[in-house]
């Protein structure tokens, strides 16, 4: 999974960074517009971006910035984020308006607390235009991450979108498998690749 690589801090309102596109379901059906998801790092934080061009259906209680549980019920962008030693790995949330969600698992669906814990000193950010048209971000610090999940080169990663709540549609940017929709698939997801992005 491609991170981009900044040498200068980023800040919202001014991130200039390669976007993906996701284009089919997890079931290889058509998604228009399709989804543009980014990451990169900086030298202090790493940076999801999600994008889409369509009005969201949002969790009734999410609050630009905000932790809010079950942010999946309604549409969502998602990042799994795998600890290269210990095999435990992140779920983290973030809707269309900036509310966000997360949780650290020790093997796939089982929880490492029962309660929630949110993620220590995380940043989010949205605009959304009055066509519904969306841009979330999150900025989750680095020193935490090496901390709690041993961030690395080493480290797996996903992202991951649903949309078109309440009937939901199923997006990874990494093909999983086949079955049911499932995205807790730690051993699939792929291996972080940074990288710098050669502007003209």
């Not at 995380?122 to 709690?148: H, Y």
Request: charged share 20%; net charge negative.
């Amino acid at each position: 999974m491609n991170i981009e690589i900044s040498d200068k801090p980023l800040s919202w309102g001014a991130l200039d960074l390669s976007l993906f596109g996701v284009d089919k379901d997890w079931f290889g059906q058509p998604v228009n517009p399709p989804v543009a998801f980014g990451f990169a790092v900086d030298l202090k934080y790493l940076w999801f971006i999600a994008s889409h061009q369509k009005s969201p259906s949002l969790h009734p209680d999410a609050r630009p910035g905000d932790f809010q549980a079950e942010l999946w019920k309604y549409d969502v962008a998602e990042f799994f984020l795998t600890d290269p030693k210990t095999g435990r790995y992140l779920e983290f949330n973030l809707a269309p308006n900036g509310a966000w969600w997360s949780a650290e698992f020790t093997a796939p669906r089982i929880r490492a607390e029962i309660a929630d814990n949110p993620f220590p000193e995380v940043a989010t950010f949205a605009d959304m235009a009055q066509d519904g048209s969306w841009l979330a971000a999150a900025a989750i610090p680095l020193e935490q991450l090496r901390n709690k999940l041993n961030f690395s080169p080493e480290s797996h990663l996903n992202a991951t979108f649903i949309l078109n709540s309440p009937e939901q549609q199923f997006l990874s940017a990494t093909k999983l498998g086949g079955g049911e929709p499932d995205f807790h698939l730690p051993d699939k997801f792929p291996k972080v690749n940074f990288f710098h992005n050669q502007k003209e």
